[in-house]
């Protein structure tokens, strides 16, 4: 009997808001929006039950995430509903080995039929602790294999190249700077890298410092869309050289980083590592 091959995966679970998802506006904090990944691979686990330390060794890691909130009120405790749609997106070489593969993993948060929040979830299919030239699976895992293989489109979040991560301005508009960063080991997830939520906590620090430094009012800021693209990840004891662009407008604003890996002798890697960009408006009040 033939396998069915579903062309998307579809779920809906609730969640209800806790104190990390609000700021003291009750809005929606959109970096929170990491803690939906977590209800969304959970619709996999009759199918597949990705383990790094036993099979194949193959877990999706994060690559690109991006998460949008659209600054609707929200109260503790309401529940969300929470709308799941998981695919499958390959590209395979000419012998038919696989070349790159990728869940990606979209929710969409509703309060009651007002669509308050936004996540997507690119992971990469890899073998973290595997030597650096194991890491790549020769094929999909045969759990996955109920899945439909998607091709990558143009519009699809992959299709950027990490180096479009910039602001683009002139004039006083533009600011630009550079700051190190390091890691420790509290900072670092199961997979022995750096843990997603401490980058975009970092990174939004690094940006509101930057508006403080031009006599921005820190306070308007509201970090509502965030996209981050993890090229090779930083582990603890590991240095960075962050690069920050920050564009402000009368009632928004536009900020990116890069990170490049520094070697022991301060110089730094050609290519980022890490990138991201977030937008959002300037608020009235504070």
Known sequence: MEKQVVDVLTGTTECDIDWR?????????ASSLSLTLRSGLHMLRPYWRSNVNSGDGVVPINHILKFETFGHPCSLQ??????FQIRLVTTRNDDGSLKRGHLVLTC?????????????????LT??????????????????????????????????????????????????????????????????????????????????LQY?????DVGRLRFHEIVIYFRKPFVPGQVADAELDFVHHKDGFHGAVRFYHCNG??????????????????????
């Open 212 to 216: 403080h430094k031009i006599g921005g």
């Open 265 to 286: 002798d301060g110089t730094r890697s050609e290519r980022i590592s890490m990138a991201m960009e977030t937008r959002g408006p300037l608020a009235d009040d504070v």
């Open 21 to 29: 998802m609000l700021n003291m506006n009750a809005e929606l904090v």
């Open 78 to 83: 309401t529940t969300l509903r929470q709308e």
């Open 127 to 208: 073998r973290p602790l595997a030597p650096p030239d194991e890491r790549m699976p020769s094929d999909v895992p045969e759990g996955l294999k109920f899945l439909k293989e998607h091709e990558m489109s143009e519009d699809d979040l992959l299709s950027r190249d990490i180096e479009s991560y910039r602001c683009e301005g002139s004039g006083e508009k533009l600011t630009y700077d550079t700051q190190p960063v390091v890691f420790h080991m509290d900072q670092s997830d199961q997979y022995r890298h750096i843990n997603t939520v401490k980058y975009m906590d970092r990174v939004l620090d690094l940006l509101s």
């Open 108 to 124: 969409q948060l509703f309060k009651a039929d007002n669509l308050v929040g936004r996540s997507e979830f690119w992971l990469a």
